[in-house]
């Protein structure tokens, strides 16, 4: 059974970076799709990043796009979300999550695995 846990959240103000970490254990194999996705309060889940496991092919929700960037190491089993130039807007838990593919998807109900997520607010 595979765990992903999330770091590097926290209270930051307008226009500073974070780098979000997720890392996995247990249950990982060499395809995995790995993508964050956050949750602001009242509003539904939503994409953000994405990226297969050789890298090959990373999506990213238009919001985010030029801003975050998403990246990972396979020796660590650890994926990254860079965000810069971050705004109140981007304030959420952002959560990790996995499954076993080679195609980046959108939809909540694709992935398997699931982290418990961290928070990232951002003041004005």
């Known amino acids: 059974q595979m765990q992903l846990v999330e770091s590097g959240g926290g209270l930051v103000q307008a226009g500073d970076s974070l780098r979000l970490s997720c890392a996995a254990s247990?249950?990982?194999?060499?395809?995995?799709?790995t993508a964050w996705f956050r949750q602001a309060p009242g509003k539904e889940r939503e994409f953000v990043a994405g990226?297969?496991?050789?890298?090959?092919?990373?999506d990213y929700a238009d919001s985010v796009k030029g801003r975050f960037t998403i990246s990972r190491d396979n020796a660590k089993n650890t994926v990254y979300l860079q965000m810069n130039s971050l705004t109140p807007e981007d304030t959420a838990v952002y959560y990790c999550?996995?499954?076993?593919?080679?195609?980046?998807?959108?939809?909540?109900?694709?992935?398997?695995?699931w982290g418990q997520g961290t928070q990232v607010t951002v003041s004005s």
């Open positions: 999550a996995a499954v076993r593919g080679i195609v980046v998807y959108r939809n909540t109900e694709r992935y398997e695995y």
């Open positions: 247990g249950g990982t194999s060499r395809i995995i799709v």
């Open positions: 990226i297969t496991k050789n890298s090959g092919m990373l």
